[in-house]
């Protein structure tokens, strides 16, 4: 579900799907509350380098804090839209926020079947991609936990699995590969430049 914007405005063909806790601000366990938002180090530096390049910048998250009671959607657009100005404030941007507001498979009880959209599965994206006539295969995915990386692999896209948060080690965690590794979000955007470069290049 979009949280925001309330009308997608489409610039790029091309997106760079992030994941929001514990990739650009802490994971401080089920974050809602606007004065406990603390972002993390150097991922508003990584946020002004992805401002630069021709791609949409999306924030794609489980917010399954919503079905167990730990918040409302008032509040989990409330901690979005403060994220989203100091971000703006900073220098850098994201376009559009995207949201689960069910369980995650893991905290569904036995035999029960999960929705299409909280990651692993790639429904967000799908939807992201319908709302800003998106091409997938040529977009990137930005995350900390195993589940992003395989939504982004569901749907052709380039994955980076960074440090911060939960490394990928999350509770469950999946066994999938990568396309690459980096230490936090400002690293990983040195990559996705790199990688936009180097394609500028051969053409």
Known sequence: MRDWPAKPVPLYKRAIFLDRDGTINVDTHYPHLVEELVIIPRAIDGLKILDRLPFHIIVVSNQSGIPLGFFTREQMSGFNEELRSRVHHAGGRIDAFYYCPHLEPRQLPLNAQPCECSKPSPGMLLESAKDFGLNLSESLFIGDKSSDIAAGEAVGCTTVLVKTGKAGKEEGALAVEP????????????VVRSLVRGAAAQH
Do not use: T
């Open 179 to 190: 396309n690459y590794v980096s230490d936090d979000l400002y690293e990983a955007a040195l």
